[in-house]
């Protein structure tokens, strides 16, 4: 291969390899707003068992200052999980977006089942895409590949443009 052919095919394994990033921000912010959901059980999981516990059966002060600490924490973790599950769901229809603007069907499904419908909260491999749309796995891959040049344009437009269309 000459040395101008690699340098092409290395910009384009590297563009590849950035709007697949940009595609699992979806996957990233499910994981972020599930990881807060957790912590938020976990905090009032904590704080409910804690607070129910009276070792000595005698009368103490007033646990005001102990009450209102354990609401700001609560009202703390919500504010983050609200963040967390809003940011989520800008970057699924964000991402949605993109994929409906392919230019096949074809592109769309495997794009789709690949970076939005998670299976839990990992992507479908080529070939369990392959067995549900009744493709070879070496189509998907070659379709997977299409799409990913395909988005690279709306995806990896420079920061400038996406700031002035906001």
Same mark, same amino acid.
């Given at each position: 291969?000459?040395?101008?052919?690699?340098?092409?095919?290395?910009?384009?394994?590297?563009?590849?390899?950035?709007v697949k990033a940009w595609l699992r921000r979806y996957r990233n912010a499910k994981l972020y707003a599930r990881r807060m959901?957790? =912590?938020?059980? @976990?905090? !009032?999981?904590?704080?409910? %068992?804690?607070?129910? &516990?009276?070792?000595?059966? +005698?009368?103490h002060g007033s646990a005001e200052s102990d009450l209102s600490s354990m609401f700001a924490a609560r009202e703390t973790m919500?504010?983050?999980?609200?963040?967390?599950?809003?940011?989520?769901?800008?970057?699924?229809? =964000?991402?949605? @977006?993109? !994929?409906?603007?392919?230019? %096949?069907?074809?592109? &769309?499904?495997?794009?789709? +089942?690949?970076?939005?419908?998670?299976?839990?909260?990992?992507?479908?491999?080529?070939?369990?895409?392959?067995?549900?749309?009744?493709?070879?796995?070496?189509?998907?891959?070659?379709?997977?590949?299409?799409?990913?040049?395909?988005?690279?344009?709306?995806?990896?437009?420079?920061?400038?443009?996406?700031?002035?269309?906001?």
């Open positions: 291969m000459k040395p101008e052919e690699r340098r092409k095919v290395e910009e384009l394994k590297k563009q590849n390899e950035e959901r957790e =912590e938020a059980a @976990e905090l !009032i999981s904590a704080q409910e %068992s804690v607070g129910a &516990i009276n070792y000595d059966g +005698m009368p919500r504010e983050k999980l609200a963040r967390a599950e809003k940011r989520m769901a800008e970057t699924y229809m =964000e991402i949605v @977006e993109a !994929i409906h603007e392919l230019p %096949s069907q074809a592109e &769309i499904d495997i794009m789709s +089942m690949r970076y939005i419908e998670l299976d839990g909260f990992k992507e479908r491999s080529m070939e369990e895409i392959a067995d549900r749309i009744n493709y070879h796995p070496s189509r998907v891959k070659s379709l997977h590949a299409a799409a990913l040049t395909h988005l690279a344009p709306t995806v990896l437009k420079p920061q400038e443009e996406k700031d002035d269309t906001k």
